[in-house]
């Protein structure tokens, strides 16, 4: 096989064999296939697509390119959930511990990464003490005991992902929905996952900004999913705005225990509940998302998800107090407010330039050596939608210093207030 009738074959719009997929991944993977036929071919495939079936070859192809991660000593069905990334997206840290305390084993594999705030490592390293360096056998054994642990990242996951997302990165061929999907695809699957959610995010704060690049993307991933039996479902949910109020590491980690005491912010609570009862459906533990709902809305009303939280930071070294003193958790030592410069509605708050804002507080990394402050970000008092008058502060500013004049500067412009406005669609569909 040459790699130039390959692409020549994809350049002319036909689909590609499982094994010339292959023969490309892994050709590719070893350094024996150069980055300019390899960038040629995501061209190729840019503006030729690719076949559902080929979609789900490159996916399984990419997943082979390395380390797979074997959870099969872990009993019952391991559902993963993704989200294609937003801001201030807390549903990790509560769905973890909830959909535990019905029984769903969470078997979290997690980064750190980039971006406006720090990974889920990051957040829960705001419990003093915890940690994710734990052995393979001990994650193992607290999953089965405790149904729920996280551990790093370790392995040599994905690399032709790794490298073809690089690539792409530079040679203007990130948006094409058939790389997209079998990229987070393949680290889903190598991972472990026996079931996968999805929360696929549109608006300002997303990756996909339209609701139907959302809605394609959704498919194709749900698609390949159960093409490679993995179940697999997928939600549309908005980022035109944050999610909840929190925006930041420690301050994230209080608004997760506040939703698992059952007075979370009413988005992140909605979308907490609709994306847990898909895993418990899944999970084979409810036999409809309504029975799923009752029961996770039953463990929070009734403590049993705040104590698998407590359990959860005990048995990984983390102080378990926290949740009933959050004060403990890491604090900024200056709270500034942003008042409201008039009356009316709020209409607008852009997710990305909030995140940024967070960002210039040291929340995130811009870079992977970057050093995060975990007690730093942002508390939204205001919502799409809600009243303001003149002076109300419309968020608190936690910082490390008391000069804050471009983050605010940055937040008045990510900030409208008109006359009207309603609140935003939380979630635009569900795709199966
Ligand atoms: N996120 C991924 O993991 N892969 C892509 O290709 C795009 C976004
Ligand atoms: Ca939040």
Do not use: W
Request: proline share 3%; aromatic share 4%.
């Amino acid at each position: 096989m040459r790699m130039v009738d390959l692409i020549m074959k994809k350049r002319d719009g036909r689909a590609l064999s499982e094994e010339e997929i292959q023969f490309f991944i892994e050709g590719y993977t070893k350094g024996e296939i150069p980055d300019y036929q390899a960038s040629a071919m995501a061209m190729a495939i840019y503006f030729q697509d690719m076949t559902d079936q080929e979609r789900a070859d490159l996916t399984m192809a990419m997943v082979h390119s390395g380390d797979t991660i074997d959870l099969s000593a872990i009993e019952g069905v391991k559902v993963d959930k993704h989200s294609t990334g937003g801001v201030g997206d807390t549903t990790t840290l509560v769905l973890a511990p909830l959909v535990a305390s019905v029984g769903v084993p969470v078997a979290k594999m997690s980064g750190r990464g980039l971006g406006h705030t720090g990974g889920t490592i990051d957040k829960l390293e705001s419990v003093a003490g915890f940690h994710v360096e734990i052995s393979n056998d001990e994650f193992v054994k607290l999953v089965n005991r405790d149904k729920v642990a996280v551990i790093g990242q370790s392995g040599n996951l994905t690399p032709a992902d790794k490298k073809l997302y690089a690539l792409r990165d530079v040679t203007g061929t990130v948006d094409s929905i058939s790389l997209i999907a079998s990229s987070i695809m393949s680290k889903k699957i190598a991972a472990g996952a026996d079931a996968i959610v999805l929360d696929v995010k549109t608006g300002a704060g997303a990756f996909m900004k339209t609701q139907e690049e959302a809605k394609e993307l959704a498919h194709a991933m749900v698609k390949i999913g159960n093409r490679v039996g993995r179940q697999t479902m997928a939600v549309i949910s908005d980022m035109s705005q944050p999610l909840g109020y929190a925006v930041g590491n420690a301050l994230e980690v209080k608004e997760a225990i506040d939703t698992l005491k059952g007075h979370g912010p009413a988005d992140l609570t909605e979308l907490v509940l609709t994306l847990g009862s898909q895993m418990v459906v899944l999970g084979g533990k409810a036999a409809s998302l309504t029975e799923a709902r009752e029961n996770l809305q039953e463990v929070i009303a009734n403590g049993q998800a705040l104590e698998k939280f407590r359990q959860f930071l005990k048995n990984q070294g983390g102080d378990p107090s926290v949740v009933d003193r959050p004060e403990k958790l890491p604090e900024a030592p200056f709270k500034i407010q942003l008042p409201a410069k008039k009356n009316g509605v709020v209409s607008e708050i852009i997710a990305n330039e909030i995140g940024v804002a967070a960002m210039l507080l040291g929340a995130g990394r811009a870079s992977k050596e970057d050093k995060i402050d975990l007690s730093v970000g942002l508390v939204l008092h205001k919502k799409v939608g809600d009243k303001v008058m003149q002076g109300d502060s419309l968020l608190t500013i936690h910082s490390s210093s008391e000069d804050v004049e471009e983050v605010m500067a940055k937040l008045y412009q990510s900030i409208t207030i008109s006359d009207n406005a309603e609140k935003p669609t939380l979630i635009y569909d569900s795709v199966t």
